[in-house]
Nanobody, 124 residues
Framework: QVQLVESGGGLVQAGGSLRLSCAAS????????MGWFRQAPGKEREFVAM????????SHADSVKGRFTISRDNAKNTVYLQMNSLKPEDTAVYYC?????????????????WGQGTQVTVSS
């Protein structure tokens, strides 16, 4: 059983930056690809970014490409999401998750062991 704890969310003005962290415990962190998703009020959970188990492969949603960067430190069992040039439309609860199936990386159904989420609010 893997436990995930996100942190780093908060209130920021448009154009600002935040760095989210997701600390993992209870599993072999370095064996899993990891993902970040977000969910805004009244909307479905959407893919934000993915990183392979070793960190050599990443993918970002078109809506955040060039602004957000996913990374990981396997020695610290932590995955990060650096968010720059934030926009009001980035406001959401952000979740990290462990990719546990061979399904597509942009699909939430390919992931298990979700964290509790961290709120990001971007004011205009």
């Amino acid at each position: 059983q893997v436990q995930l704890v996100e942190s780093g969310g908060g209130l920021v003005q448009a154009g600002g930056s935040l760095r989210l962290s997701c600390a993992a415990s209870g599993g072999t962190f370095s064996s899993y690809a990891m993902g970040w998703f977000r969910q805004a009020p009244g909307k479905e959970r959407e893919f934000v970014a993915m990183i392979s188990s070793g960190g050599g492969t990443t993918s970002h949603a078109d809506s955040v490409k060039g602004r957000f960067t996913i990374s990981r430190d396997n020695a610290k069992n932590t995955v990060y999401l650096q968010m720059n040039s934030l926009k009001p439309e980035d406001t959401a609860v952000y979740y990290c998750a462990v990719k546990t199936s061979r399904g597509t990386y942009w699909s939430a159904s390919s992931y298990a062991y979700w964290g509790q989420g961290t709120q990001v609010t971007v004011s205009s």
